[in-house]
């Protein structure tokens, strides 16, 4: 005879569990093996002539379909049976005897909890656990982490989310590094300009510091290249432009970029606008004595297209250093290849000999080795393309 509390849930966790599943908290790790043995039980009684209540079952069989780093790995007896009478007519079709539907349950749950041991870190990721968001897919990755793009349903809007990797070498460094993350982040919501991308959010998951953004539709500019090729002075123009207006409005707040690349600036194609993207990227992971650039291994966080005054001194604040990544962007816009060597100049004269001498000159003081000789601001150089 089954016992008559058998049916129900045994574990006050795992009840707290669905509770907080059901408000948009955070199931963690442990809470949802727990879940998964506890759900195990109840459906073992049910395919072999026991109970399970309905509504534990529906309730449950939500919380993990909800679940999207788990949802494609959810056995099949679970996704196709809404109900606990579904459940049971399905296991009698799969097996006649409650051997072999044992036997299918348990391998199928066990083989979920395995996976779930093996890959979950303690904490499941937060957004999962506001029912509105919707992880779609991963958009990006690098030294710095990876840019998830998730769905909202209530506003029926897409957002990225960029989650920076641990990347400081002592646990002093690394709350160092967090706090001047948060700093920076602050900073970052003061920019409310059509050229930048908007950000809404910042905060901390298990895998580390995050930043909710603006998704945009379209493209960047190695993309635009590999459309329209080789640009002319007016249509680079075009493109310098919207950068300039972009980035003269951020150095008046006070904030540098420090590392523009033909990656760093998006053209949304619903609102036809360039958009420059990663701001203060390199100031957020930049330690005293520890930086992105010691982990990723490159010589310089944007290659060719940063200030080689960085290298130097990475802890250079100088918004001209933005004004030479503009004119090596607009060097590649131009020739197709971004500024190196001694032969700068006459390589983008004779690549794109249509230059007059005066538009050449334009972007060679860009990119002058002397901060001085540079153009002052962006508003200087703004003054000279309009």
Known sequence: MIPADAEKPKDARFKGAIQRRKRGGIVTKTELIDMLD????????????????????????KCLLENIDIK??????IKSCRTADEFRRYMQNESENYAGRRKLITDSINTLIEYIEEHFDEEIDPFLQIKQYKRLEQIGSGGFGCVFKYHNDCLDMDFAVKVYSPIFVSSDEQKDGERRFFREAKMLFQLNHMNIVKIYDAGRIFEGPFIRMEYIEGYDLIGLQKKYGMLSFEDSVKVVRPILNGLEYAHGKGIIHRDLKPSNVVFSTKERLFKIIDFGVSAFLDTDNHTKLTQTGE?????????????????????????????AIWYWLLCGRAPHGSDMKAYLGNAASYLSDEQIDVVMKCLAGDLEDRYGNCSELLAVIS
């Open 38 to 61: 506890e759900y195990k039980a109840g459906l073992l009684l049910k395919a072999t002539n026991g109970t399970i209540d309905d509504k534990y079952y529906i309730q449950t069989r």
């Open 72 to 77: 494609e790995r959810i056995p099949q007896f």
């Open 299 to 327: 010589a310089v966080a944007g290659g060719v297209f940063i200030d080689p005054l960085l290298q130097e001194n990475p802890k250079l604040r100088d918004c001209r250093s933005d004004i030479y990544s503009i004119g």
